[in-house]
């Protein structure tokens, strides 16, 4: 694996593990209020995108970060609509 790469990949994880603490929050209070419905949309909407465009040109940080981070804000959307 090339620099490029390990940088990537780097980058990816530190992106994706920032969601943890809001994902684990709403769980443990059960309350989601104040996360914005119409922001995780948007927000889900464009990881959608990058992780299509990062299948597209074969870009294996971009389809794992955006793969997992998509899937931390199904279970924070999950747990919005789950306890609201």
Known sequence: MDF????????????????????????????????SFVMLIIFMSGLCLWLIYGIIIGALPIIMANGVTLFFNLIILWLKIKYR
Do not use: R
Request: proline content about 3%.
């Open 4 to 35: 490029i790469t390990i940088l990537g990949l780097v980058a990816g994880v530190l992106t994706t593990v920032a969601f943890l603490p809001q994902m684990f929050q709403i769980w443990l209070t059960k309350s989601a209020k104040d996360v």
